[in-house]
């Protein structure tokens, strides 16, 4: 008689989220059908946006959603990097601080009395940041929102022991790729699709609207260069800085272009 072969435990997965507006988590429930195929492969504890069953962890997979903007926030965040294994962040929330981010390059407390009828009431941080200066991130997923193919190629890695298969390649290359006229070239339209991380498939360009960076920088971004080829051809700065400073305008290469660019030459 022949025992059975010990039965491998399927990979703990859990999903937080933070200040974001939830789209990352949807873009996961959207992908239902996809995720089937690998679904009996992965033990999801803790995933408030789909179940109210919650298994506490260690986790071996944590996927965040969102930025860190109140003092609970960045406590909360340390206990859970010390509760994963590996801890993945999805979005320009999680990964650049968010549209919110907006705020750190103003005074928080004018923000307060503008929306909050007592503000006294109110507990938040001064900024919204990403995940990653809080505690270190073992993998970024990029977006705004996500999308759907790589998330599902993400969770695929882990469960197979890979590296997820992310583009490196800017935006310009998919607009390439689906035959679609370049805006900046053809129009003039200031667009940041030469120093964008791909993966939304050059949707924006192929309607006739600049890429607006929801993907984040691309790998060694030449911001002062394109900045100037458009400032050139008549856009002024503060066009430029609006333009910049978007869904991930808190990203190191973004900020540091805006900056430089409302500080003047």
């Known amino acids: 008689m022949t025992s059975s072969p010990p039965t491998t435990p399927k990979p703990r997965l859990a999903v937080f989220k933070f200040a974001s507006c939830d789209g990352c988590q949807l873009q996961l429930l959207d992908a239902q059908g996809k995720l089937l195929a690998i679904a009996d ?11 109210s069953r919650v298994v506490g962890g260690p986790w071996d997979v ?3 959603e969102g930025s860190i903007s109140t003092p609970e926030d960045a406590v909360r965040i340390r206990e859970i990097r010390s509760q994963c294994r590996f801890l993945v962040t999805i979005g320009a929330c999680a990964t650049a601080g968010g549209i919110q981010a907006l705020r750190n390059w103003g005074r928080i407390d004018d923000f307060l009395a503008s929306v909050y009828a007592s503000p006294a009431y109110i507990s938040t941080l001064a900024t919204s940041t990403a ?3 809080h505690v ?5 997923l990029r977006g705004c929102p996500i999308d759907t193919g790589q998330l599902v190629d993400l969770v695929t890695a882990f469960v197979l022991g890979r590296r997820p298969k992310v583009p490196g390649h800017p935006v310009c290359v998919e607009c390439k790729a689906r035959g ?3 805006v900046a070239v053809a129009r003039g339209i200031p667009c940041l699709g030469p120093v ?3 993966g939304c498939g050059a949707i924006c360009p192929a309607h006739s609207r600049e890429c607006f960076g929801c993907y984040g920088p691309s790998e060694s971004p030449n911001l002062v260069s394109l ?4 400032e050139r051809g008549g ?17 190191p290469a973004f900020r540091a272009e805006s900056e430089r660019l409302e500080e003047g030459p």
């Open 131 to 133: 995940i990653a200066d």
């Open 136 to 140: 270190p991130v073992d993998f970024e």
């Open 235 to 251: 856009a002024s700065r503060g066009d430029l800085v609006r333009l910049v400073r978007s869904f991930n305008g808190y990203a």
């Open 41 to 51: 492969r992965v033990e999801i504890d803790h995933f408030l946006e789909a179940r």
């Open 196 to 198: 964008t991380q791909a």
């Open 227 to 230: 900045t100037g080829f458009y």
């Open 180 to 182: 679609t006229v370049c």
């Open 62 to 64: 944590g996927l965040v």
